[in-house]
């Protein structure tokens, strides 16, 4: 119908999530998408769009989305600076729930959650399609941080993209380990926190839910784990590539 497609998050990987996006968008041949929605400034929400530039797919004002920080920073720091400069992006300066129209049937909503905003602030998405809505939070400290209670926020959708970054705190407080980090540097809500936060909801609120963002030292990558057995079990979804959900 619109012909179009976005991709949220320009991660190290963008040309095979390009590539991913241009096999089910059978409708267009052009590898980019038509819009770019970013989360933050970290390593990796945003550094696939050095992709963009003349070293590489040379881009034609491709419509980035961020929050005015992040817009800030992509402005004034190199080589992110090259790609405005230059004409590969497009930045379009978004606000907190102010929502995004971007075709009949389709708009997206940002809204601010507390993480490590040593750059930029960090934002999560609804987006909403033609007959369902989705929640997109790659990246959170703790649930209880957030002004916005998480169960509440899970209600009013259909789909639920939530931060999975850590199963629990072992696997990376590793005493064997020499250079094992400290944990409460780097905080997210742990899986089993969530598991235990969502317990009680109806089984159909906990069918719409679906760990995303996975460390690589977290086990329910592996879906033969004991840990994705038990978040299965308990009643929740593990996402995985090439996974097609319709709004």
Do not use: C
């Not at 592996?222 to 057995?229: F, I, L, R, V």
Request: aromatic share 10%; proline share 6%; glycine share 4%.
């Amino acid at each position: 119908m619109n012909q179009k497609k976005y991709l949220f998050e320009a991660t190290p990987d963008i040309t095979q999530q390009a590539k991913a996006l241009k096999n089910y968008a059978t409708f267009s041949d052009r590898e980019m998408p038509d819009g770019i929605f970013v989360t933050h400034a970290h390593i990796g929400h945003y550094t696939g769009l050095q992709y963009l530039g003349k070293e590489a797919m040379n881009t034609d004002s491709i419509p980035v989305y961020a929050m005015p920080r992040m817009k800030h920073f992509l402005e004034q720091n190199g080589p992110w600076n090259l790609l405005v400069k230059n004409k590969n992006i497009a930045l379009r300066e978004m606000q907190h729930q102010k929502e995004i129209q971007l075709a009949p049937g389709l708009k997206v909503m940002p809204f601010t959650v507390p993480h490590r905003d040593e750059f930029s602030e960090t934002v999560g998405f609804i987006i909403t399609g033609p007959n369902k809505k989705a929640l997109f939070i790659p990246d959170i400290d703790k649930w209880e941080k957030w002004e916005t209670g998480i169960i509440a926020a899970i209600a009013t959708v259909d789909y639920a993209f939530i931060d999975g970054t850590f199963f629990d705190a072992a696997e990376i407080n590793n005493p064997q380990d020499p250079g094992a980090r400290d944990i409460a540097t780097i905080p997210h809500p742990f899986i089993i926190e969530s598991m235990n936060l969502f317990k009680d909801l109806p089984t159909a609120e906990k069918k719409k839910i679906y760990f995303i963002h996975f460390n690589h030292t977290n086990a329910a990558i592996n879906p033969n784990s004991k840990e994705a057995a038990r978040i299965v079990k308990n009643g929740f979804n593990i996402a995985v590539i090439n996974q097609v959900l319709k709004l």
